[in-house]
Structure formats: C-alpha cells, structure tokens
C-alpha cells in the first residue's frame, strides 16, 4: 500500500453499496443496494486508490510487502492461497505483492482458502474493515475479508462477487474484475482479539472454469471510525478541466 495511512493504535448481509462517503458520521447510512456482495464497494475504476485515510498499525503487514521465503509475514496460511505481483484493473496502489487464490483449489472440507492473522480491538469501539479486492471467477464466488470474535463467532466481512447483475440495479453495477475498495463498519464490543481472515470461496454450484487467480485482495486495514476516510473520487474530465481554468484564472489575477 502507497496511499495514506494513519499509525495510531488504538453483522453482516449479502449487500455492497456504491456510494461515497464525505464524514465518518455518514459511514454507516450510505444507500444503494446491489445485493450479491457485502459491505460498501466504491469501483477504482471511479474512485482513486491511495487517496484513503486508514490505520496501518493495527492489522500486521495488511498490504502483504513484507514476505519471507513466499509467505507474508504476520499471515498463517490456510490451505490453498499466495501472495504474488498484482493481476487485473486498478492496481496502480497495490505495491509488488498481493493475497491472491484459490489457485484452483476446491474449497476445503474444513477451514478455508486463505490467510488468517490475529488483531487486538479497543472495546466498545466502532472502526472500519477495509480492503482493495478483485474477483475474477463465476457469479457468487466470493471474495472475502472476515473478522470472527475469539470464540470464533461471525463478527463482520466485506465480500465481492464478479459481476452483479444488472437486474438487480442497472445504476449501482460492479465489475469485481476492475477492483473495488470495500469497507464496513462494526463495533468491537468487548474488545480483546479478534482473528482476521482473507478467503476466496467457490459458488461449486455454478458451472465454468477459473482463471488460476480467482480472487484477489490487498491493503486490508481495520481503522477507528473517527480516522477513516474513503477514497476521493477520480475527477470526470469535464470538472477537471473546470478547475484547470479556474486555476489558470486566478494566477492570471495575480
């Protein structure tokens, strides 16, 4: 991750809003729903990545640039996943390496395709999960970044699929293929340790191949609400050349 972090300390339905946020208080009210993925996705393709405000202190090694012998470190491997130059849209932010799979692995009996780590949480503190994320499989595979509670009780995720389908809203369509910056806000409870997790997940029931790198994911941070920002929006060429003239105007006054 080369954007802006802060170094401080300190449940879920299947919906992805597309919207953006301007104040922590509006966090958590965005509206829009397109129903096949989880938490709020803001598309690269519209917003500029690096141009966020999030912790980088609190989730260890959360943009996956620190890997000894192929694994990040302060990651545990679960079962099928890597870390590897990023693939795809929008990567521009991602530095040399990010979590990739599932490799063409099955998803397993037990457990998960993916990298878990733990994290320590102030209590009765709301913060923010975020991550860079890609999905380049069927419809309704999913990728995902969780956190679970120390009993390992569901506590929050954001997830994508591929594609939602333009049925569901012809205005709020994401392509997971182009990258999305997803976020979701949560409160910690009682505090403590938490075990945070990134997991690609097959839909087995939908027919058709993957590409060997399903599903992707990087910069993953879990931020205090009140120091979260998400990206700003990519100007449209209209409104930048607007603010050239308006630039070049005023030196001229001068």
């Known amino acids: 991750m080369r954007g802006n972090s802060l170094p401080t300390s300190g449940p879920g339905g299947r919906t992805m ?3 953006s946020i301007l104040a ?5 009210l965005a509206c829009g729903i397109a129903s096949a993925n989880v938490g709020t996705g803001l598309p690269l393709d519209q917003y500029q990545a690096g141009t966020e405000i999030t912790n980088n202190t609190i989730v260890t090694n959360g943009n996956f640039e620190s890997v000894t012998s192929g ?3 302060g ?3 679960n079962n099928s996943h890597q870390v590897g130059a990023p693939v795809g849209a929008n990567t521009g932010n991602n530095g040399a390496f990010s979590a990739q799979g599932n490799l063409g692995a099955a998803d397993p009996g037990t457990g998960f395709n993916g990298y878990s780590q733990t994290v320590t949480l102030a209590p009765s503190t709301t913060y923010v999960l975020s991550a860079y994320m890609w999905n380049f499989g069927q419809n309704f595979d999913l990728e995902v970044v969780e956190l679970r509670d120390s009993t390992d009780a569901f506590v929050t995720n954001i997830a994508l699929t591929a594609n939602d389908a333009a049925a569901q809203d012809p205005m709020l369509i994401l392509d997971g293929a182009r990258g999305v910056f997803g976020y979701t806000g949560f409160n910690s409870g009682a505090g403590g340790t938490f075990t945070l997790l990134t ?3 097959l839909d087995e029931a939908v027919a058709g191949t993957r590409p060997n790198i399903a599903g992707q994911v990087d910069n993953i941070a879990i931020t205090p609400i009140s120091q979260f920002r998400p990206p700003n929006l990519i100007p449209e060429p209209a409104s930048l050349s607007m603010l050239l003239a308006a630039g070049a105007a005023l030196r001229r006054r001068r």
């Open 24 to 28: 922590p208080a509006a966090l958590l």
């Open 71 to 73: 694994n990040p470190n």
């Open 199 to 201: 997991k690609f997940d």
């Open 17 to 19: 809003r597309r919207s």
């Open 75 to 77: 990651w545990t491997l």
